[in-house]
Each structure stands twice: as C-alpha cells, then as structure tokens.
DNA sequence: CATGACATTTTTGTATACAAAAAACTGAAC
DNA sequence: GTTCAGTTTTTTGTATACAAAAATGTCATG
C-alpha cells in the first residue's frame, strides 16, 4: 500500500503547523504549496480538505484556507479533555497489564532517567510519547487509544516547552516512577491520581501553560 | 458564507453513512455519485477525503473508498469513550449550571416525557440528543463539547435502537429526572453517576447492544 | 487626499483530460 | 472445466482548463 502524494502532503502540512513552521490564521495558498510540492493544485486541494476536517485548518468558502492554531482558552479545554483521556487510559491499563507490557515501560523509563540525567528535553519527549503511547495501547480500547493519541499529537508542541520548564522534567520523571509502581502494585487509583497530576498542567501549572503558549505565539509573530 | 457543493455532498454522504442506507464495507464509487448528485468527479472526491479523515470512510490507495462501519469490538469501545464523555461534561456543567440552564433542560425534559406516553422513539430521540448536547455546551469546554456531540451523532443509530428495547424509554425518562433534579440540587456525584448508567450500555445491557448491532448489520446485508 | 465606480488580476471551485494502476475479460493450453 | 498469459476496460490520481467570485488596481470626481 503504497502512499499518494496528496496523503504526504497532508502529512507534511500537519508537521508543519503543529511545528509551528505554519504560523496561526497564515493563509495556505494553493499556488503556492502547488509549486512548493512540485504537484499541481488537486493534491494540494485534497490535502486541505483533510486537514480542514482533523481541526488544523479553517476553511473559508471561496475565501480560502488558513492555519488554525488554538487559543489559550481552546488549549486550556485540549489539556482537560487530555487529562480525562489519558487518566481513563490508565485506568482500563491498569486492569490488563501483563508482565510483558510493564517491562517495556520500564525500559523506555530508563531511557528517560538518562536523557534527565543529560538534561536532553528532545530526547525526554520523544520517548516519553513513545511510553504514554504504550499506555494508551493497553488500555485495550483502540478506539480510545487513537483519540488520545491524535489529541497528544496536537499537544506536543506545548507539552515539549514544558519539560523546560526548571525541575519540571525530574518531576516528570518521579511521576512516571509511581505510575509505574502503581500499575505493578495493581493499585490503579493511585496510577490514576498521578497520571491526573501528570497531565493536568491546566489545575496545577497553569501559569507555566500561559507562558509557553505566549512564547509559541511570539515566536508567531516574527 | 454560502455552503459550497462539496460540502453539501460530504453532508450527505455522513448522512447517509449513519443513517445505514449506505452499508459498511460498500464502496462508494466516484463516477456514480458524481452522476448522483449531478457534478463532477472533483466535489465527490473532495467530499470522501473528509469522510476518511473523520473516521467514516476508507481509503485504500488507488482501490477506492468504502464505508467504514464499526465492527460490535468498536462499538463496545466506543461506548466506553462516549461514557467517559457524557460524564465528564455532566460533571463539569453540575459546576456552573444556571437558572436558565436548567429552564431549557426542564422544558426539554417534558417534551420528552409527553414522547415517552406517546409511545413516540423518534421524538423521543430527536428532543433527547438536544438535551444532551444542551449538557455538552454547559460544560463550558466548547472542545469537549464538539468531540462529545461528534461522537453522539455517530452513535445515533444505535442509540436510537436502544429506545425500542421494552421498557428502556421509561428508564432513559426515570435516569433524565434523576440528573436533573441532582443538578438542580448540586449534586454532582450523583449526576455523573445517574449518568454513567445512563449512557454505559456496554457495562449494563450489553446484550441489548449486541442485539442492535445484529440488526443493523442484518438489514445491512438484505 | 479620500472615495467609489469600473476594469484587471488573482484565486477559488468545478469540469474535463490524460496517464497509470487495478480489475475484468478473452481465449489458448492443459 | 480450470488456469493463466495477454489484452481490454474501468477506475483512480493528477494535471490542466475554465467559469465565477474575490481581491486588487486604476482613475475620475469631489
């Protein structure tokens, strides 16, 4: 099953608006993006529409097509259903891990305590995405595993900027700790609570949400 | 903002789709719908790219797209999200509900009662998915509030279906008073819980659900 | 200089054209 | 009758063409 230009295309457009290569309400030419991609207008065309579809674009009637970045209030109501998702995850994981699954997270824990260690934030999330995802698996509802997992996607922007936030990233860490503790210990209420404190950046750090997204839409401006 | 053809057929298509006059795995051929609705090949395709990116269709790479209808395994997981949503919104709307909040569900609520006595499904569910979403929206998470509304309407059939079980009209109205007058008294724990009963047909009538699966695939298949 | 009617250009949305891949058909060989 | 190579037909995906709407530019009038 070979890819269609249109469907890379997508794919490259939703990189880079949730990069934030793409800025906010900027205008996605059709010509443009046409001669970019070295395709005509069609694929182009049907890329939007997806992306229009999926939330990362506006379309506007015989006006055209933009960049639909969230607000702060739309970011702050993205954390909370995040938040509700991710705990649910862990919730209904924490009915069916095996040994198998609590080893993969273990390992892919360690791989974080290192890259805290060297202070590699790139590293951090990368890896800690590939664990949440694991979670989100073993949850036995791929349904939900998908939702939460498109949903952390548009997130990643805003929860990468976190982990720079001071001490956020050894706090990140201790809490992967007793997540895991907790779904050794079959003790899903507390690897639930965690995972709530974990995510909620919008309860606990709100301020540190509002300054990352100010910085993602200063950076915007320039 | 006039409505433009593709947009108009993408409806349509969903439409169709939920409504079950187009059966899972059909392929949805671009050249007679194109001659259906009465455009070119163009619109059309623009309109099943959408349905693809919103789950309802699917596209394989120069095969074609075809309905995509959940399997019963999807439903069940489905179902358990669509839970998990219902209550989060009812929780955080038990949170600011107003006066005229509840005014407008009361109202609603009545006509839903005079249903039930006429015996009237139909009406039943029309005023019951307003009610609902009128919840969603007391959320105050316009994001939730999409999602949730989003997922109720892909369920509708089954939701739907649901009514005609024996008995389980009276129990849905019994359930909408009991949420309401919690709301109104502030009780958020027992309107989440009210709730979750509710909408959980997995946890509490799983046959019910699966006899409504078979039955529409069943008439799927004649 | 501002304003607004009119013309020009650009852009969007759809139709059509065409290349290439997939599916359907044909018929010979067994 | 079955199988399979080779051909034809259909369908998909993209390019191009064109009509209509929106944006832009021009210029006379006040």
Do not use: W
């Amino acid at each position: 099953m070979e890819r269609l230009p249109s469907a890379k295309i997508r794919d490259s457009l939703e990189q880079r608006i949730v990069d934030g290569e793409l800025n906010n309400k900027q205008r996605l030419d059709e010509n443009e993006l046409s001669s970019f991609y070295g395709v005509s207008r069609t694929p182009v065309r049907e890329a939007l529409q997806r992306l229009t579809e999926s939330g990362l674009a506006e379309h506007l009637p015989r006006r055209g097509t933009f960049v639909r970045s969230p607000s702060l209030g739309q970011l702050v109501e993205m954390f909370e259903v995040m938040t509700e998702l991710e705990c649910m995850a862990i919730r209904l994981a924490a009915r069916r891990v095996t040994i198998k699954d609590i080893k993969v997270l273990e390992d892919d824990n360690e791989i974080c305590r290192e890259a805290v260690k060297a202070n590699d934030t790139i590293k951090y999330y990368e890896v800690n995405s590939r664990l949440h995802n694991h979670i989100y698996k073993m949850s036995g509802n791929s349904f939900l595993a998908n939702k939460t997992r498109r949903l952390h996607d548009r997130l990643r922007p805003f929860r990468r900027l976190q982990l720079r936030v001071r001490g956020r990233m050894t706090e990140s860490m201790a809490e992967h700790d007793i997540i895991l503790s907790a779904l050794k210990a079959g003790d899903a209420d507390s690897a639930v609570e965690t995972m709530k404190k974990h995510i909620d950046i919008v309860g606990v750090r709100f301020n540190d949400l509002v300054s990352s997204f100010n910085s993602i839409s200063d950076k915007n401006k320039r």
